[in-house]
């Protein structure tokens, strides 16, 4: 009934063909897990979430056709010196964290929280290093 994108629940024949039984079964166990989610008050989301640098961004889109979760990231209409141009946003909540957006960006706009892309840069130079001196 869960899948891999946190608080999404399914049930009943959308799952697959079930009879009755089986279906109020899973609507009962989606409910449960709904109402768990529910009395927390609060959504944890990962830390790890892709931030724009819209001083950078020129809107370009490449960002967002690389974008791994369809509408974690999109294109909008920002007022910028009078004139309304298009600037990459994010929805952390979507946000997979993957950093395929990063890697497309032709101005460097785009950082995932807790890492940069000069960190990436260093650690794919240290691999490289590595199997070259080996």
Do not use: W
């Not at 899973?26 to 008050?41: D, E, F, N, Q, S």
């Not at 001083?55 to 209409?77: E, Y």
């Not at 990459?88 to 960006?105: F, S, Y």
């Amino acid at each position: 009934m869960e899948l891999p994108v946190g608080g999404v629940l399914l049930a009943g024949t959308c799952q697959a063909p079930f009879d009755i039984g089986e279906s109020v079964s899973a609507a009962g166990a989606a409910a449960a897990k709904a109402a768990a989610l529910l009395a927390r008050g609060h959504v944890e989301l990962d830390p790890f979430v892709a931030e724009v640098d819209l001083s950078r961004c020129n809107g370009t889109g490449n960002c967002v056709a690389a974008c791994l979760n369809d509408g974690a990231l999109t294109l909008v209409d920002t007022n910028v010196e009078g004139q309304t141009v298009q600037r990459a946003q994010v929805t952390p909540a979507l946000c997979l964290g993957c950093g395929a957006c990063v890697a497309v960006c032709p101005e460097n706009a785009i950082n995932i929280n807790g890492m940069t892309l000069k960190q990436y840069e260093a650690m794919v130079d240290m691999i490289v290093a590595e199997t070259e001196a080996a």
